[in-house]
């Protein structure tokens, strides 16, 4: 691990940092991603869990590529998390419905074997810059609608109705969003009523609502959204009406992912970039790993998740055209239900002084990497990977902030930062 400089330097607008690169992974909690290789700093990581009846349960090794898939709908979170009230013992890993496991499958974490086998391993990463040990999911959400959260702040919660999407579509995960046929509906939570929403199946999943890449046009920030697929579930543009039916779908939202690992580090590298993972599996396939599933379980030569992940940053990073005034932002949308010991906070919903249902998912891992990130930090602010898109319009002021961000999420992230520090310091 580095040391750290002596003292810390705060800064305001403009930020010396003009490039950020979002690497969007999903399915797994902090302490199932961490619990085994974490800095020191990271607090409440746990090797032994409880279930709902009281009883220690070991939370055992398992693999990236070769587990079952708890599932992670927002009714199976709330059995995780076994709510009485606001109180949530997470005490109900083992109540779980487990597509291709059993029983206490949800107790695993990764070995640092796995998390750490590829170059840029995660184990690394978070050593040798920052990270955060209270980070949450936005919402107790599935795949699809995790990523709509970091790109627009909601999943249609902020518009009438009070209620947001919280599932995937139900039996099609290949027409997604705004390729849906007419007709076609998708599970959503009813906000209105208070903790726990209703979760009910009838809403189109095409939105209307404003996203981030709304503000950066505003503003004339250049952005671009990598995915395998138009169509597939990690492509959250695909359910913006706005931008599925603008010039800007065909120019800006770029197929297939990896195309990004030619135009990061050039001239063709947007001021804002989201790269999603490839996402393809279909309903009853093991979705809880961090991103392809196929692969040897032990993970030899490297798991495939973390081997895409230091491609990206490869690509990206120390070394390339805009790393001195760059960061990247490498994230988990969810946590797939795996097992963590921290209850996530509880919001307050603008319709009443009830807990907003979808506020918050489980804790998720957050790490930041730039030149500018106090090396081995971790941050104990609770927050919510909202924080990134607030960064982002901390980055570039002049853009407008959309729905009720600052009520949800007023984080920015800059404690994650030291801006004395050497631009060209790797």
């Not at 395998?228 to 120019?251: D, H, Q, V, W």
Request: net charge negative.
């Amino acid at each position: 691990m580095l040391p750290a400089p002596p003292a810390y330097v705060a800064y305001q607008a403009p930020l010396p940092i003009d490039h950020i690169v979002v690497i969007e992974q999903e399915g797994r909690s902090l302490n199932n991603l961490f619990a085994d290789c974490a800095p020191a700093g990271v607090q409440n990581l746990t090797k032994t869990g409880q279930n709902h009846t009281g009883g220690a349960v070991t939370v055992v090794a398992g693999s990236l590529v070769a587990l079952g898939n708890p599932q992670h709908t927002y009714t199976q979170q709330l059995v995780a998390d076994n709510c009485t009230g606001t109180s949530c013992p997470m005490n109900g890993y083992d109540l779980l419905t487990v597509t291709g496991g059993t029983g206490n499958t949800a107790y695993s974490y990764i070995p640092a074997s796995q998390v750490n086998a590829s170059p840029n391993g995660y184990c690394t990463l978070a050593h040798t810059y920052a990270t955060s040990d209270a980070t949450y999911a936005p919402g107790k959400v599935s795949v699809w609608p995790s990523f709509l959260y970091t790109i627009a702040g909601q999943t249609g919660g902020y518009v009438s109705p009070f209620d947001a999407f919280a599932n995937n579509h139900l039996g099609d995960l290949t027409n997604v969003g705004c390729y849906a046929v007419g007709g076609t509906t998708v599970g959503y939570v009813a906000m209105t009523p208070g903790f726990p929403g209703a979760e009910v199946n009838g809403a189109y999943p095409c939105l209307v609502i404003s996203t981030i890449f709304s503000s950066l046009d505003t503003a004339g920030v250049p952005w671009k959204y990598y995915c395998n697929l138009k169509t597939n579930r990690a492509c959250a543009p695909a359910a913006i009406s706005s931008i599925f039916n603008g010039s800007e779908y065909a120019a800006n939202v770029i197929t297939p992912e990896t195309q990004v690992l030619t135009d990061c580090g050039t001239t063709n590298q947007a001021a804002v970039t989201f790269v999603t993972p490839n996402d393809t599996t279909v309903a009853g396939q093991d979705d809880s790993d961090d991103a392809f599933e196929q692969g040897s379980p032990s993970c030899s030569g490297g798991c495939p998740g973390p081997n895409w992940v230091s491609s990206v940053i490869n690509a990206c990073g120390p070394g390339k055209k805009y790393w001195g005034s760059e960061v990247i932002i490498l994230l988990w949308v969810n946590g797939g239900n795996w097992y963590d010991n921290q209850p996530p906070p509880f919001a307050p919903n603008p319709n009443g002084p009830t807990p907003n249902p979808l506020e918050y998912g489980a804790r998720v891992p957050l790490i930041v990497i730039s030149p500018f990130a106090k090396p081995g930090y971790v941050d104990h602010t609770p927050r919510t990977l909202l924080t990134v898109m607030q960064l982002i319009y901390s980055m570039f002021p002049q853009a407008p902030k959309v729905g009720a961000l600052e009520q949800y999420e007023p984080d920015n992230g800059l404690t994650f930062f030291d801006w004395s520090r050497n631009r060209n310091w790797l």
